[in-house]
């Protein structure tokens, strides 16, 4: 087994840091109380941030 130490070049710890902060900055990591805001709108924030589809067909759906 090689033991080895990974280190990231800066386009690397730049992106992930990006990613960090999109979804720390998401209301689908903080908690809801009955009477703030939607899962709905929760949820479609996230899949927006991980670029997930949110329709059951996997397919995002067009916009109006």
Same mark, same amino acid.
């Given at each position: 087994? %090689?033991?080895? $130490?990974?280190?990231p070049?800066?386009? *690397?710890?730049?992106?992930?840091? *990006?990613?960090? !902060? *999109? !979804? %720390?900055t998401?209301?689908?990591?903080? *908690?809801?109380a009955?009477?703030?805001?939607? +899962? /709905?709108e929760?949820?479609?924030s +996230?899949? $927006?941030? +991980?670029? !997930?589809?949110t329709?059951?067909?996997?397919? /995002?759906?067009?916009?109006?």
């Amino acid at each position: 087994m %090689i033991a080895r $130490t990974w280190e990231p070049a800066d386009a *690397e710890r730049s992106a992930a840091w *990006e990613s960090y !902060l *999109e !979804l %720390i900055t998401r209301v689908s990591v903080e *908690e809801l109380a009955p009477d703030e805001g939607f +899962l /709905r709108e929760a949820l479609s924030s +996230l899949c $927006t941030a +991980l670029h !997930l589809p949110t329709s059951r067909s996997g397919r /995002r759906p067009e916009s109006s």
